[in-house]
């Protein structure tokens, strides 16, 4: 079992960037494959990168491509999204999930952190 804590999120400006941070406990972070999914109001959770356990290749969703990179460090114990260039659209409460396939499906992931808000707003 692994336990999630996210952190990072906040307040920026249209434009800005943050740095989302998820760590993990437990001894066995490497072999998760792990996965940044965001949640707005009244809307469904949404996809947004994962980075593979092994290799570390990484998929994004569309919206994000070119914007958002996820990055891990395995020393640490720790999976990051940096969000770079946010719109407003991107405001949402951004969850960490830890699976055994580096997939888009919240369905697919075993652990989920807490959550950490992020909101884009002038």
């Known amino acids: 079992q692994v336990q999630l804590v996210e952190s990072g999120g906040g307040l920026v400006q249209p434009g800005g960037s943050l740095k989302l941070s998820c760590a993990a406990s437990g001894r066995a972070f490497s072999i998760y494959d792990m996965g940044w999914f965001r949640q707005a109001p009244g809307k469904e959770r949404e996809f947004v990168a994962v980075?593979?356990?092994?290799?570390?290749?990484?998929i994004y969703a569309d919206s994000v491509k070119g914007r958002f990179t996820i990055s891990r460090d395995n020393a640490a114990n720790t999976v990051y999204l940096q969000l770079n260039g946010l719109k407003p659209e991107d405001t949402a409460v951004y969850y960490c999930a830890a699976g055994f396939e580096p997939t888009a499906v919240a369905g697919d992931y075993h652990y989920w952190g807490q959550g950490t808000q992020v909101t884009v707003s002038s």
């Open positions: 980075i593979a356990s092994i290799g570390g290749s990484t």
